[in-house]
């Protein structure tokens, strides 16, 4: 395995950090599908991403609430001293204070169901499905699930997955991802995506194969991209607001989520939702 430097550029910002695997360039194909994709009807198709209203009247404070008992149930179970009246998720990281610690509490959440959440999951399918002009479904049929997932990154720290596509895993081909701020998400640690990258045909993308990268000691199911024929991956964080989410074809390259506020974890949820 080789080890190169990724080099991105976040909002103009250079970064770079580490990452093992195996690199190649891609066949003269492009993956995403220009006559039939859950994008077809936008007029942001070729940007590929579009932040949109989410959540109405309380919709937002009791799904917080509910993510926010799921960690602390996950602190509580690993047996990390902290006080629960006074916790608050854009502190996490003082209570969870190791990488160690962080990776026991990550376990107990990725396991996470429709049911621990209070949100009705199909509500949110129905409405962006209104948007798109598709009907979405909350069921992923290859993994027999739904998909929800707490990402939790602390500031200071590697807890980024590399710039990657989730289409290049079969189940996520033909899906709308969902990014929703929940804490800490602001122009220094929001989501960053590179626009119009899923209109970029695969001999111009040099990547690993999927399980194929490692940063900092975590392999990631995605492949991560490490640079286009043009150079160095440059990303834009199009920072929705509470309430708001960032809705993206699993073509656009996105990822690398480094969190730069001084002092405070950054929270979020992402869903997907395949067309039915
Ligand atoms: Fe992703």
Not at 58 to 70: A, C, I, V
Not at 207 to 226: D, H, M, Q
Not at 250 to 272: C, M, Q, W, Y
Request: aromatic share 10%; with cysteine; glycine share 4%.
């Amino acid at each position: 395995m080789n080890t190169k430097t990724c080099h991105i550029y976040i909002d103009n910002k250079p970064y770079e950090f580490n990452v093992k695997g195996e690199f190649f360039w891609g066949k003269e194909e492009l993956l995403y599908n220009k006559t039939n994709s859950v994008l077809s009807k936008m007029p942001w198709e070729n940007q590929g991403f579009k932040v949109v209203t989410a959540f109405i009247n309380d919709e937002f404070e009791r799904l917080k609430k509910s993510l926010t008992q799921n960690i602390v149930d996950a602190i509580k179970a690993n047996n990390i001293a902290f006080k629960e009246s006074e916790f608050t998720l854009d502190k996490y990281h003082e209570v969870v204070n190791t990488d160690h610690l962080h990776n026991q509490v990550i376990n107990l959440t990725r396991n996470l169901e429709n049911k621990d959440f209070d949100f009705n999951i199909d509500t949110l399918a129905q409405r962006f499905g209104d948007i798109l002009g598709y009907r979405l479904t909350s069921w992923v049929e290859e993994l027999q699930k739904s998909h929800i997932q707490i990402r939790i990154s602390r500031p200071n720290s590697l807890d980024i997955n590399p710039p990657h596509r989730d289409g290049y895993l079969s189940y996520w081909e033909d899906i709308i991802n969902v990014w929703i701020p929940i804490e800490g998400c602001n122009e220094n640690s929001s989501l960053p995506v590179c626009s119009g990258s899923h209109l970029i045909p695969e001999n111009d993308i040099l990547r690993t194969e999927s399980k194929g990268a490692e940063i900092n000691g975590n392999i990631y199911y995605v492949p991560c991209i490490l640079e286009t024929k043009s150079g160095s991956i440059k990303m834009i964080r199009p920072n929705p607001k509470q309430g708001e989410a960032l809705i993206f074809t699993p073509f656009l390259i996105h990822g690398a989520a480094v969190n730069n506020n001084k002092d405070i974890t950054r929270v979020s949820l992402e869903l997907r939702f395949p067309r039915v």
